[in-house]
């Protein structure tokens, strides 16, 4: 069952054009001049029930408007969606009760009251009963660890406990589908790792659909299996997260230590044949590039640890960083794979 049906998905703007100088403010006070924008451009996508979905793109890419689409806040220029099989902009109050909403920059709760109170009146925009109301409340302060928050006026929350309190108001009324656009924007890793451990098992529970805006790549790797890479307006990736490390990743980088001195010789030698780059830190510690696709690592390490001695070993992926920045520098994941660059000082030994 579809949780997020979206087909040529399209949203334009008129923007005001403002002319220099004191004519041109004179003229646009009469004659106002606009042009047209398109945030979103013929976008398709579906999101089963119960997946967590990575919505990820620059500023100015489209995300937040797609969101605000797929919420309702906006009515899209062209184009069909479907959200827990309600149009969003067409059946409001049905809608509502089935979605969750955090915006990251954009409270919900009051901000001279206190969270509870907040809360009790969100109980009542969203029709709770009281008996659910409770039961899911004293969960969610369990969870999100809120007892010594509820008293307390909005205003004097720091940025972290806000964003549990937020959370928390989005999950009252037990919503089918999480819409988070930068849930984590400003916290310290601390309270990332808690928010990130909750929505997994939020998840895993409730089988709660999120779609997840960040530009946080680390939120998508905790959490996503999947994600959608928007560019422009326009979807430039939809698939697997490690589906993109292996078509853009350069390869795996494994760091050796030895028990025994050893040379960049001797290791050349255990591995030759193979496609792979060696750069020795030190006679008891050497790093080994090995590109995909052009060598496998179980064959590289056979070779080495049958002969010498390792203490320890580390294996490094590309970063995921890195792969979403060349991707938008080149306008299309659908490109082959970078060309491996060689590393300073490393000897590529086939």
Same mark, same amino acid.
């Given at each position: 069952?579809?949780?997020?049906?979206?087909?040529?998905?399209?949203?334009?703007?008129?923007?005001?054009?403002?002319?220099?100088?004191?004519?041109?403010?004179?003229?646009?006070?009469?004659?106002?001049?606009?042009?047209?924008?398109?945030?979103?451009?013929d976008?398709?996508?579906?999101?089963p029930?119960?997946?967590?979905?990575?919505?990820?793109?620059?500023?100015g890419?489209?995300?937040s408007t797609?969101?605000k689409?797929?919420t309702?806040?906006?009515?899209?220029?062209?184009g069909?969606?479907?959200?827990?099989?309600?149009?969003?902009?067409?059946e409001?109050?049905k809608?509502?009760?089935?979605?969750?909403?955090?915006f990251?920059?954009?409270s919900?709760?009051?901000?001279?009251?206190?969270?509870?109170?907040?809360?009790?009146?969100?109980?009542?925009?969203?029709r709770?009963?009281?008996?659910?109301?409770?039961?899911?409340l004293?969960?969610?302060?369990?969870?999100?660890?809120?007892?010594?928050?509820l008293?307390?006026?909005?205003r004097?929350?720091?940025?972290?406990?806000?964003?549990?309190?937020?959370?928390?108001?989005?999950?009252?009324?037990?919503?089918?589908?999480?819409?988070?656009?930068e849930?984590?924007?400003?916290?310290?890793?601390?309270?990332?790792?808690?928010i990130?451990?909750?929505?997994?098992?939020?998840?895993?529970?409730y089988?709660?659909?999120?779609?997840?805006?960040?530009?946080?790549?680390?939120?998508?790797?905790?959490?996503?299996?999947?994600?959608i890479?928007? &560019?422009?307006? =326009?979807? /430039? *990736?939809?698939? +697997?997260?490690? #589906?993109? $490390?292996?078509?853009?990743?350069?390869?795996? !980088?494994?760091?050796?230590?030895?028990?025994?001195?050893?040379?960049?010789?001797?290791?050349?030698?255990?591995t030759?044949?193979?496609?792979?780059?060696?750069q020795?830190e030190?006679?008891l510690?050497?790093?080994?590039?090995?590109?995909?696709?052009?060598?496998n690592?179980?064959?590289?390490?056979?070779?080495?640890?049958?002969?010498l001695?390792?203490?320890?070993?580390?294996?490094?992926?590309?970063?995921?960083? &890195?792969?979403? =920045?060349? /991707? *938008?520098?080149? +306008?299309?994941? #659908?490109? $082959?794979?970078?060309?491996?660059?060689?590393? !300073?000082?490393?000897?590529?030994?086939?």
């Amino acid at each position: 069952m579809l949780a997020i049906d979206v087909q040529m998905l399209r949203k334009e703007f008129q923007v005001q054009q403002s002319r220099g100088g004191l004519k041109g403010a004179v003229q646009d006070l009469f004659k106002r001049e606009y042009k047209q924008i398109t945030a979103v451009k013929d976008i398709s996508f579906q999101i089963p029930k119960g997946e967590i979905c990575g919505y990820i793109g620059e500023n100015g890419a489209g995300k937040s408007t797609t969101i605000k689409m797929l919420t309702g806040i906006l009515v899209p220029t062209s184009g069909h969606i479907k959200v827990n099989g309600y149009v969003p902009f067409k059946e409001r109050e049905k809608f509502v009760a089935g979605i969750g909403v955090v915006f990251g920059q954009r409270s919900q709760l009051w901000w001279d009251i206190g969270v509870v109170e907040s809360f009790q009146l969100l109980k009542k925009v969203y029709r709770v009963s009281e008996a659910d109301y409770k039961k899911r409340l004293d969960e969610l302060v369990d969870r999100l660890q809120l007892s010594d928050l509820l008293s307390r006026p909005v205003r004097k929350l720091s940025l972290g406990q806000r964003m549990r309190c937020e959370l928390a108001a989005s999950l009252l009324h037990n919503p089918e589908i999480l819409f988070l656009d930068e849930p984590t924007i400003g916290l310290d890793i601390v309270v990332k790792t808690e928010i990130r451990e909750f929505l997994k098992s939020l998840n895993q529970r409730y089988e709660t659909t999120i779609l997840l805006t960040t530009h946080d790549l680390q939120d998508i790797e905790a959490l996503c299996s999947r994600v959608i890479m928007l &560019d422009d307006g =326009r979807i /430039i *990736y939809d698939g +697997g997260l490690e #589906e993109l $490390k292996a078509r853009w990743g350069k390869g795996k !980088e494994v760091v050796l230590q030895f028990e025994h001195p050893t040379t960049l010789a001797r290791l050349q030698e255990l591995t030759l044949g193979l496609d792979v780059a060696w750069q020795l830190e030190n006679e008891l510690s050497a790093k080994v590039f090995i590109p995909y696709e052009r060598a496998n690592i179980s064959e590289v390490l056979s070779r080495v640890v049958g002969v010498l001695q390792i203490q320890d070993i580390k294996i490094n992926e590309t970063n995921t960083d &890195d792969i979403v =920045r060349e /991707i *938008y520098k080149s +306008g299309s994941a #659908e490109v $082959k794979r970078l060309e491996i660059d060689q590393p !300073e000082g490393v000897t590529i030994h086939a």
